[in-house]
């Protein structure tokens, strides 16, 4: 669906929900999963709807998704890099209990 019509120069290993991918080192994460096929990656809180990057500016957070274990990154913020991890959200953060 999403290709690159440039031949990347140099390209990384990231991990997306827990299988390796090489991907072109000059993108953001959001980029680099809808060039992996990938549309969804989040469900909504309220309603468990696939959502997905939408603007790839900031503006709209439909595409947050956990990178290296911190949770609610926008995608389309964050530059791919070598080893990230990255996993889809699926409802409500998780939280450690010990809120206010």
Do not use: H, W
Request: include cysteine; proline fraction near 5%; charged fraction near 20%.
């Amino acid at each position: 669906m999403f290709r690159s019509i440039e031949s990347p120069k140099s390209r990384v290993g990231i991990v997306v929900d827990g299988k390796p991918f090489e991907v072109d080192a000059t993108i953001s994460v959001a980029a680099a999963l809808l060039g992996l096929g990938m549309t969804a990656v989040r469900r909504s809180v309220v309603t468990d709807e696939p959502r997905g990057p939408y603007c790839l500016m900031g503006i709209c957070f439909e595409c947050l998704v956990t990178i290296d274990g911190v949770q609610n990154r926008q995608a389309c913020m964050v530059p791919v890099r070598e080893g990230m991890v990255i996993s889809s959200q699926r409802g409500a953060r998780v939280t450690d209990g010990g809120g206010r």
